[in-house]
Nanobody, 121 residues
Framework: QVQLVESGGGLVQPGGSLRLSCAASGFAFSVYAMTWYRQAPGKERELVAAITSAGGSTNYADSVKGRFTISRDNVKNTVYLQMNSLKPEDTAVYYC??????????????WGQGTQVTVSS
């Protein structure tokens, strides 16, 4: 069974740091691009950071550039999001996503359960 299990969320003060982890199982993790999304109450889900299957390329939302770092360990089947200099506007549920397309253009798209990040003094 495909699973993406997130951990590391919690309550942190502005300026603090958290590291989110997403442990994958049940699929070929190393051939999937991984993405972190977040969704705040009343807002649409937005892309935060993405990393290619081999970890050679990353993309970030403008709002988190220079503060967040996405990485992956294809031996541990885990993707990480290191979040530094956290701001109250980073408060959201953070979701882990795995995505690939097969040679026949079928899309495989898996989601984690989400983990709450709250930045507040």
């Amino acid at each position: 069974q495909v699973q993406l299990v997130e951990s590391g969320g919690g309550l942190v003060q502005p300026g603090g740091s958290l590291r989110l982890s997403c442990a994958a199982s049940g699929f070929a993790f190393s051939v999937y691009a991984m993405t972190w999304y977040r969704q705040a109450p009343g807002k649409e889900r937005e892309l935060v950071a993405a990393i290619t299957s081999a970890g050679g390329s990353t993309n970030y939302a403008d709002s988190v550039k220079g503060r967040f770092t996405i990485s992956r360990d294809n031996v541990k089947n885990t993707v990480y999001l290191q979040m530094n200099s956290l701001k109250p506007e980073d408060t959201a549920v953070y979701y882990c996503n795995a995505r690939r397309r097969s040679i026949d253009l079928r899309q495989f798209d898996y989601w984690g359960q989400g983990t709450q990040v709250t930045v507040s003094s």
